[in-house]
DNA sequence: AGAATAGTGTCTTTAAGACAATATGGC
DNA sequence: GCCATATTGTCTTAAAGACACTATTCT
């Protein structure tokens, strides 16, 4: 067939002459609770791979969403009640293998949430879901090749936390630099220095003071902020391994 | 309806009642020459788009295409002949107005391939292709949202250039220290210092002597290999833009 | 006063930048 | 020997690590 024009093409073109793909996108959400990083799953309640463990998700609806982002921001308000948290693309993994539906390929995302935010917005939800440690997610048979994706997640999520001010999105809006800290190690699960991490946050002008302070047991901390435009920022290194003692 | 096992619900499931969306994969195939960074685009021979520059492309093959990736070689070695390049996933774009057929998605992929290497194995292509400089191929006006994946991909190159060894994969198996850094600085823009860079790529083992040398005109310059086992590797810091004189 | 946590001073270390000096081979 | 290009020496600088010290509040 020979079309004379872009309108006369299009007005031919029909889409299910050709093989498409399942598309769906994942989310790896995490919080961090219980001196642990967390990942909230899914038990899925219906066929395919039913009673498993999974990372929220689903079809991106082709008729509502309006781009890919939209439709995991709509899967993670679903499932948080959130709504402006840190999301992230992390990859796309596409095969003829992962679904026994067929060909499918799926979007995956990470998001940071504040735990206590999410508590706060807690909804009732249709499938079960819970935080569960990183660790422990591991250890679990999750559906599909949702190990997977949960590896390229934490992944993605530990080498950031090396040279961006990115865990902030896992802190409430004012925070002290020692919690913050705790964030950075519970994440690398690794020691920081004191002095050289506020130096770091603090010559960068990633955070800057507020003038409240936190109020908890012993010395009141002074309550930070973070102090820029986004989430792009790169510091000139990346945190070190601890050295070794010799 | 009520399924009471998996094959049971597989056996009932049927692709063609859900929308599934157009699934291309976009290719944006880097390489240097005449001192400049070049991306291969082809000129559309069909509609839509027809007769727009555009980078290489098109429908994952569901039939054949065992995964996404299988798909970015297969075009890759359509239209340059290169077996085994640099090959990396950037990232997915898909939204309902990008195609003006319907709901799409691609997966972009940047290749790095030596130029020199392009040329023994040039084909007969179908589609005409042309390699057109970063900077010029900016400036036209290309098909969908193709302008915009180049400028991921080519972020995406610049970042890692600026902490990794990848442009390593846009030349020969042997190449001397100074061509290499000749490619970063093309890259990057920018020159570098000649001893900081030999410094790096040496202490780090990045590359390591051969037993060969170039003879050029001067005096002659050791050849060196590249000497890790990946791509992975990330020095510790990442090269500065030039400090200011004063 | 003592304990605990917040916050600072300052020396060392690592790896990059700057730039001058030396080495080698063709002519 | 001269020139061009390759290669090295070495001082400076930026930012991280180590670790001891001071400050503030509660009990």
Redesign the interface.
Known sequence: MI?T??KD??SN?N??D??????TVDMAIFSVDAGQLQVLLIKRSN????DKWALPGG??N??HD???MASAHRKLVEKTGIQSPYLE?V???????RD????S?T?LYFALIDFKEFQKNATEQTEYSEWISISEAKTLDLAFDHLQLLNLAVERLTNKTRYTALPVSLMPKLFTLTELQQIYEIILGQRLEKKSFRRRMLEAGAVEETDQSKIAGKRPAQLYKYALENYDF?F???L?YPRENH
């Open positions: 079309f024009s872009e093409f299009l073109y889409k299910k050709y093989e498409s793909p399942l598309l066929y395919p791979q039913k079809f991106v082709l008729s309006p781009d890919l693309q990859a796309s993994i596409g095969n003829a293998t026994p539906r067929g060909w390929v979007v790169h000139p290194r990346t070190e």
